[in-house]
């Protein structure tokens, strides 16, 4: 068990639709980072915030949204849903934003399965 | 954008056998991680390595930091089923505005009995 924690584990919904994704970081971790994780893409890295503050962005499509709260949980919300959005979604969190050393390390939840249909 | 090269992409191997896999970047890191992935499951951190040549072990795996901090390999030795999966070598850039881990693309590795 890592730590970081997400909810929900299995989603499936429609397209069109919009659905939140939510991640408690380990406990004393400041960073939160959202991946998305496909059959043909691999982990591909779509955000991250640090303390409350959006510290970096990836690949993360202006559908998908973003956010860290003051108790550090963070939301990944996915609007306009299309099929080739079906993915496992990962959040990971570290104790420092990135820059060096142990802190850095980032350890990943379980993922959310996300089915678009 | 950093490129970080994975190899082999997939392995199959007896039981028993020792396994070694590798990657390389196109940048210097100042961080390589490596982890498995269990179909369904998030990545689990096997070993992290913070200084160029530091050699690390977690029982019977070992990961070294290329000392050009371009490289880093694992070493799995005398496999056994459990240790199925997929591993994935991940660094850091010790330059850079967006100081983003890399990940490579993944070893399948597969233990036949």
Redesign the interface.
Known sequence: DSGVTQTPKHLITATGQRVTLRCSPRSGDLSVYWYQQSLDQGLQFLIQYYNGEERAKGNILERFSAQQFPDLHSELNLSSLELGDSALYFCASSITPGTGGSGNTIYFGEGSWLTVV | GQQLNQSPQSMFIQEGEDVSMNCTSSSIF??W?W?KQDP??????LI?L?KAGELTSNGRLTAQFGITRKDSFLNISASIPSDVGIY?CAG?A?SGS????T?G??TQLTVLP
């Open positions: 100042n961080t991680l982890y369904g499951e998030g990545p689990v951190l992290a913070y994935f850091r010790s967006a100081r983003q881990l990940f693309s993944g």
